[in-house]
């Protein structure tokens, strides 16, 4: 997703108590940065943060980790969270944010992090041939996922590329990985806990189907 440059992103991020601004010396510590120590899930590629604000406030007994590349993203996400929890950054305690490359997330995150679940959203499809390499679900990531999930972590994947989703089942089951549920249709599933993104109702309203699936490593 794209998004233009918001002067007051860093400056907002640079006071709020749940903007971590240095994570690569937070791997395998990042239980010891939330204020209770609680199961741990990760989003890669956070976006405006609508997802995780709505998540976490669902589930206040889990500790989320939402990571985007850029700072004005993380700005708008800040303000987001802020807004649905209640216009006070103190009120924040099972969030946090942080810029970094997901491509790279393995340098940030430790096996000791022991994440339970991996929410991939609407990521980049990146359709051309020789940047296939570069999606989330490509079968190097998906090795470097298992680092750091517990046994019987999950990895929750959602978008709405047929192409990408497809490519990307045979990426888990290559990888060593379960899919335990999956979907074309996820709107028309029996899912009941669906977090509904930003890039979900836009294509939702489009009349764009919604592909699911859940997976974990065997």
């Known amino acids: 997703?794209?998004?233009?440059?918001?002067?007051?992103?860093?400056?907002?991020?640079?006071?709020?108590?749940?903007?971590?601004?240095?994570?690569?010396?937070?791997?395998?510590?990042w239980t010891a940065r939330f204020k209770k120590e609680q199961p741990l899930h990760l989003e890669l590629g956070c976006g405006k943060g609508s997802f995780v604000a709505q998540i976490a406030l669902k589930n206040?007994?889990?500790?989320?980790?939402?990571?985007?590349?850029?700072?004005d993203?993380?700005?708008?996400?800040?303000?987001?969270?802020?807004?649905l929890f209640g216009e006070n950054d103190r009120e924040v305690d099972n969030i946090?944010?942080?810029?970094?490359?997901?491509?790279?997330?393995?340098?940030?995150?430790?096996?000791?992090?022991k994440v339970e679940r991996i929410y991939i959203n609407f990521c980049n499809p990146w359709p051309r041939g020789k940047h296939n390499k570069r999606?989330?679900?490509y079968p190097l990531k998906l090795e470097k996922y298992k680092q750091f999930l517990v046994k019987g972590g999950e990895i929750r994947f959602k978008t709405d590329d047929l192409p990408l989703f497809n490519d990307s089942l045979e990426y888990f089951e290559?990888?060593?990985?379960e899919i335990i549920y999956k979907?074309?249709?996820?709107?028309?599933?029996?899912?009941?806990?669906?977090?509904?993104?930003?890039?979900?109702?836009?294509?939702?309203?489009?009349?764009?189907r919604i592909n699911y699936c859940v997976a974990v490593p065997k």
């Open 183 to 208: 979907t074309n249709d996820l709107h028309n599933s029996d899912i009941t806990d669906n977090i509904l993104t930003e890039h979900e109702i836009m294509f939702s309203e489009q009349g764009i």
């Open 174 to 177: 290559q990888s060593g990985y």
């Open 73 to 83: 993203m993380l700005g708008v996400g800040r303000r987001n969270i802020v807004k």
């Open 96 to 113: 946090l944010l942080t810029a970094y490359n997901v491509e790279h997330i393995e340098k940030i995150i430790a096996p000791a992090d």
């Open 1 to 29: 997703m794209r998004i233009r440059k918001k002067k007051w992103a860093e400056p907002e991020l640079s006071v709020c108590p749940f903007f971590v601004a240095e994570p690569e010396g937070l791997a395998g510590q």
């Open 135 to 137: 999606r989330l679900t």
């Open 60 to 71: 206040p007994d889990v500790n989320y980790l939402a990571v985007d590349i850029k700072n």
